[in-house]
């Protein structure tokens, strides 16, 4: 079996802009592209699962989508580093939202912290849980990750919320980091 890094998309490997739907407005953390190729140089996959509601939502199209995901494999690839898979939830449980897709206006099992998009991932990949990890920047990432089995890093840039730091005790991650750096560091360390 494999082992795997699963990276959130929004707030670890890019800025955390509200409705990214322009590939223009991604900008990658400086950091990212040598973090993602040392992972790549030691062998774990690295696999990207996101929450896009702004889909389902009618803010972005799939094809679009798929362009941002496309400039962040190249801006990546500039540097080295390899993004093996990325798999996306479209849905949002919501309505109410001018323009959204009545179709993906649905309580799926993909959307974190719900685990189907990691277990989708750990099958088409034949991938150990228990040798791989989940970083994220929220603790919907951390849940996800612990459902399957995975280690957990929640990153925090910024301030955390009173509301989140009671989240946290609740659902508390293995390991808390910065950045996707101070991740890929602990990760290689444990190896």
């Known amino acids: 079996m494999r082992k795997a890094v699963f990276l959130d998309r929004d707030g670890v490997i890019n800025e955390n802009k509200e409705n990214l739907a322009?590939?223009?407005?991604?900008h990658i953390y400086p950091e990212v592209p040598s973090a993602v190729a040392m992972l790549n140089k030691v062998g774990f996959l690295v696999i990207v699962a996101t929450n896009q509601p702004i889909i389902a939502k009618g803010f972005c199209s799939?094809?679009?989508?798929?362009?941002?995901?496309?400039?962040?494999?190249?801006?990546?690839?500039?540097?080295?580093a390899k993004i093996d898979a990325i798999y996306l939830c479209p849905h949002h449980p919501k309505r109410g939202f001018s323009g959204e897709v009545k179709e993906l206006k649905i309580d799926c099992g993909c959307r974190k912290p719900k685990p189907?998009?990691?277990?989708?991932?750990?099958?088409?990949?034949n991938i150990n849980p228990k040798e791989s990890f989940m970083v994220g920047d929220s603790l919907s990432d951390v849940v996800a990750g612990r459902k399957v089995g995975c280690k957990t890093f929640?990153?925090?840039?910024?301030?955390?919320s009173k509301t989140n730091q009671l989240e946290?005790?609740?659902?508390?991650?293995?390991?808390?980091?910065?950045?996707?750096?101070?991740?890929?560091?602990?990760?290689?360390?444990?190896l």
């Open 154 to 160: 929640l990153l925090k840039r910024g301030k955390v």
């Open 62 to 80: 799939f094809g679009t989508m798929e362009r941002i995901h496309r400039k962040m494999k190249r801006v990546l690839s500039l540097e080295g």
């Open 116 to 125: 189907g998009l990691l277990l989708q991932a750990i099958k088409e990949h």
């Open 168 to 190: 946290e005790q609740v659902n508390p991650p293995d390991f808390t980091v910065t950045d996707l750096k101070e991740a890929v560091f602990l990760i290689i360390g444990k």
């Open 22 to 26: 322009d590939p223009e407005h991604l």
